[in-house]
């Protein structure tokens, strides 16, 4: 029941639902640079995680026959959900204010196959291991509606399942 509660807080939530109108469009802008037939596949859909609840949309394209997977790269990174609206912009502001250089966090793992094929995923809630220590980062994002303790508290959770994850490494 407090999830069902905290999935109905998060789909009414006018600051949730702004800062995610604002990456669909963003997604769609992005991909719109390199596909035909942009649709939003699923929209504003929740789902469950183990210390966080998201709003998950899905937006997809037919990529045009001239497009390559480093533009479709360039074109695409980094996600709207680690840079914010405007990218370029946005971007800048980060390099200005961030006190530290992201690093790993919010890169890219990825594959690239002999046939072209091509899949990559978020660098987030992850952990980097370098001279026997771990590194891990979290993030949230800011739009003219937030809250600061909110804000906090969401980049908390977030750590959370990064930090059981460590007790739960502890007893093996």
């Known amino acids: 029941m407090k999830d069902l509660k905290l999935a109905e807080e998060l ?24 596909c035909t037939q942009v649709k939003v596949k699923t929209y504003k859909e929740i789902q469950y995680y183990s210390h966080v609840l998201h709003m998950v949309s899905e937006v997809n394209g037919q990529l045009k ?7 479709v790269m360039g074109d695409t990174f980094p996600a709207g959900t680690l840079s914010g609206a405007p990218k370029y912009r946005a971007m800048e502001l980060i390099n200005k204010y961030e006190p530290q250089q992201r690093g790993y ?18 660098a987030i809630r992850t952990f980097l291991s370098k001279n026997n220590t771990l590194f891990y980062q979290a993030g949230a ?29 502890k007893d093996f």
């Open 11 to 34: 789909a009414a939530d006018p600051k949730e639902n702004a800062e995610h109108v604002m990456l669909v469009d963003l997604a769609r802008n992005d991909l719109g640079r390199n």
């Open 65 to 71: 026959p001239e497009s390559t997977t480093p533009r």
């Open 105 to 122: 966090y919010g890169g890219c793992i990825g594959q690239l196959g002999l046939d072209g094929s091509f899949n990559q995923a978020i």
């Open 141 to 169: 994002g800011v739009v003219s509606e937030s809250v600061d303790e909110n804000e906090l508290n969401e980049v908390n959770n977030k750590l959370g399942a990064l930090k059981k994850a460590i007790e739960l490494a």
